[in-house]
């Protein structure tokens, strides 16, 4: 029973913060979707170095080992990305780059794949914290969850601008990142399975996610504000990335407070 109270957790809160973002993303900010690009490098700079990089460094391993693996991961995306596997494409059909019909949107296909990862092994690992929070105690396990959805309602937004901004439709970007969230239903499980073998490797898949968080931010989204150079462009710019690190912010020391 307690399994069961695990996975529809994970899978709700999963499915309710995408539903939020999914509203936000083409109802609120439709009309805003170019600036809240600012926003979502706010949101990933501030998840990997606020929240994924400080719980991964709380657990008793060597430091070491920790920033060897964050450097393999940064090695490894633009080494992916230099071999077209997840080549970022940033035009769309009929955008005068003179490409046969369809190109755009094939290579769109491969882009935003990056950040999928991260949040993939981000929600695995949701998932995984919430199965530990119900075995200590139930109530703790809803709490647990509650947190998470306020944490993923800002990321999955994020999510949603990085692949509309990749060329993604509505609709195989929503697929995507719904894909992403059941992820957390498969961290549920395994947590409830092999918790204390998991435990182990926990700090590592934080570190990977972080690594994605910080490549994509670093390497395609802050580029593209630069593009945009004026002092009229970099004032909302600026403020978006703040408004993005805020939220993240406040909702790690929720976190931290059910924790």
């Known amino acids: 029973m307690l399994l069961v109270w695990i996975v529809l957790s994970a899978v709700t809160g999963g499915l309710f913060a995408l539903g939020v973002a999914h509203w936000l993303a083409y109802r609120v900010?439709?009309?805003?979707l170019h600036h809240m690009v600012s926003l979502s490098v706010g949101v990933l700079l501030a998840v990997a170095?606020?929240?994924?990089?400080?719980?991964?460094?709380?657990?008793?391993?060597?430091?070491?080992?920790?920033?060897?693996?964050?450097?393999?991961?940064?090695?490894?995306?633009?080494?992916?990305?230099?071999?077209?596997?997840?080549?970022?494409?940033?035009?769309?059909?009929?955008?005068?780059?003179?490409?046969?019909?369809?190109?755009?949107?094939?290579?769109?296909?491969?882009?935003?794949?990056?950040?999928?990862?991260?949040?993939?092994?981000?929600?695995?690992?949701?998932?995984?914290?919430?199965?530990?929070?119900?075995?200590?105690?139930?109530?703790?396990?809803?709490?647990?969850?509650?947190?998470?959805?306020?944490h993923e309602v800002p990321h999955k937004l994020s999510d949603f601008v990085v692949?509309?901004?990749?060329?993604?439709?509505?609709?195989?970007a929503f697929q995507l990142i719904l894909f992403t969230s059941l992820c957390s239903a498969l961290g549920g499980v395994l947590g409830y399975f092999v918790l204390s073998a998991l435990e182990t490797w926990l700090p590592y898949i934080l570190v990977v996610a972080a690594s994605s968080f910080l490549y994509i931010s670093i390497a395609d989204l802050m580029p593209q504000m630069h593009r945009r150079s004026s002092l009229r462009e970099a004032g909302p710019q600026l403020l978006l990335v703040a408004i993005g690190v805020s939220l993240i912010y406040a909702v790690t020391l929720v976190l931290h407070l059910v924790h």
């Open 163 to 172: 692949l509309i901004n990749a060329g993604l439709s509505r609709g195989r």
């Open 29 to 32: 900010f439709a009309g805003y």
């Open 49 to 150: 170095l606020l929240h994924l990089l400080p719980e991964a460094a709380e657990a008793d391993l060597d430091p070491h080992a920790l920033f060897a693996c964050m450097l393999a991961a940064i090695i490894g995306f633009f080494v992916l990305e230099k071999i077209a596997l997840l080549r970022h494409s940033h035009h769309h059909e009929g955008d005068g780059h003179h490409h046969h019909s369809g190109h755009d949107r094939h290579e769109a296909g491969k882009g935003g794949m990056l950040i999928l990862i991260g949040s993939s092994l981000h929600n695995l690992v949701d998932g995984i914290l919430i199965a530990a929070a119900f075995l200590v105690d139930p109530i703790l396990g809803v709490l647990t969850a509650a947190s998470i959805i306020l």
